[in-house]
């Protein structure tokens, strides 16, 4: 039922890592600040400049041809961590109820669906359907999100269905079942993606 944690988990170690590259004016200065050192008439003389010592044939360091493609992929990942709050507090509110429902928890479970599990998790899916990408493969990626994301607040709605009454309904709560395991493998295999296309584009 916590897909998306994992989900986040994961990618967050993509997240974490990362090059820090100095800007170009930093590194300009950094000439700038070596030549202040000398006295550039007195280098001249000492070392007379020879034409034939510059060696001119020196490769350029390699373009990074995914750039763009990691810029998408940081701003999409950001546009899900700013959301998974939501996420966050429908599973805890969940998960404190227990794994197992039964009379003695029916009610609790219910009034932990109907006020806080269904309202922050539809709250969670809404923004995630506003979220784009002009990327193909994110936008692919995020389609199967969306699908299970939905597809799991589907069994929470079903959940609450199964203990709205004095007895819990036991077929309905299956059909919940069924529906969050559904969510579960369409959710791993987001993260799957996630990582494969993090580790095509080299996204460190």
Known sequence: MNKLRIVSLMTSFILLGGVLLFPASHANAAKEEFYTYWDQDEFADEYPYEGDLIDDTEEPEAVDEFIQEKAELKKYLDQIFAIETYESRAIDSLSSVGNTVSSANRKSMFLKLTNTVIPNYTKFVSKAK???????????????????????????????????????????????????????????????????????????
């Open 130 to 204: 506003l979220i784009q990408s002009n990327n193909p493969e994110i936008k692919k990626i995020h389609t199967s999100f969306i699908k299970g994301t939905y597809m799991q607040l589907e069994g929470y709605i079903l959940y609450k269905q199964a203990v709205s009454k004095n007895k819990v309904n036991y077929t309905i709560l299956q059909q919940g079942n069924a529906k969050v395991k559904a969510a579960d493998v369409i959710l791993d295999r987001v993260t799957e993606s996630l990582l494969a296309y993090a580790d095509k584009i080299g996204y460190e």
